[in-house]
């Protein structure tokens, strides 16, 4: 069946560091892509998303490219912030039984320290 | 906008005792969703519906129900709670079209400890 495997953590970096957390995935089909933040003690945000092969999802600073010959959806960014501490989730829009129905990782969480 | 409201926050149960967990949506959405999250397992999906009066099972509908007797309301309810629930449970809806219809947009969570 789908299945989304993601780096396991936690992850710990300094301020201003590069950050790369790796998500692949497993479908059916072509579905779509998400990276989820969850803050401390929040509920699932969503972050960017790609909905086909090729494409870039950005926000907030953070870009994950759809690559389809690598069935990957590896999230980025150039310089983290304290700000950025939370678990970061990768999910794909999973079509049988509902549209809608999403596929988790089990999460990453990342630590930036000052 | 509220967006999604979950009811209560945090709970604790006894084993074998029953209650209902209250999610509400003011984006009049047709999907709504309840997961639940444990540590290391991610979220997984316990019921969904895809409108009012309809159901249907996620991936663990194992000991739960659910009823979506209004459009804005999706219950979950645990009839014999189990150690084995204890967990956080996260609603989210979704339209079904339009520009977001990809997105899934969360509740805060309810801390449900099952002693």
């Known amino acids: 069946g789908d299945s989304v495997t993601q780096m396991e953590g936690p992850v710990t970096l300094s301020e201003e560091a590069f950050l790369t957390i790796n998500c692949t995935y497993t479908a059916t089909g072509y579905p779509s892509l998400f990276w989820y933040v969850q803050y401390p003690g929040e509920g699932l945000q969503l972050l960017l998303k790609a909905t086909k092969a090729d494409d870039k999802g950005s926000n907030k600073g953070f870009e994950a490219t759809y690559r389809k010959e690598t069935t990957s959806f590896h999230l980025e960014k150039g310089s983290v912030q304290v700000s950025d501490s939370a678990v970061y989730f990768c999910a794909l829009r999973y079509y049988g039984g509902s549209q809608g129905n999403l596929i988790f990782g089990k999460g990453t969480k990342l630590s930036v320290k000052p | 906008n509220a967006g999604v409201t979950q009811t209560p926050k945090f709970r604790v149960l006894k084993t074998g005792q029953s209650m209902t967990l209250l999610c509400a949506q003011d984006m009049n959405h047709e999907y709504m969703y309840w997961y639940r999250q444990d540590p290391g397992m991610g979220l997984r999906l316990i019921h969904y519906?895809?409108?009012?009066?309809?159901?249907a099972k996620g991936e663990v509908p194992d000991g739960y129900n659910v009823s979506r007797l209004k459009k804005q309301n999706f219950l979950l309810g645990l009839e014999s709670a189990a150690p084995s629930q204890t967990s956080v449970y996260f609603c989210?809806?979704?339209?079904?079209?339009?520009?977001?219809?990809?997105?899934?947009?969360f509740g805060p969570g309810t801390r449900l400890t099952v002693l």
């Open positions: 519906s895809v409108g009012e009066g309809t159901t």
């Open positions: 989210a809806s979704s339209s079904q079209g339009g520009i977001r219809y990809n997105e899934q947009f």
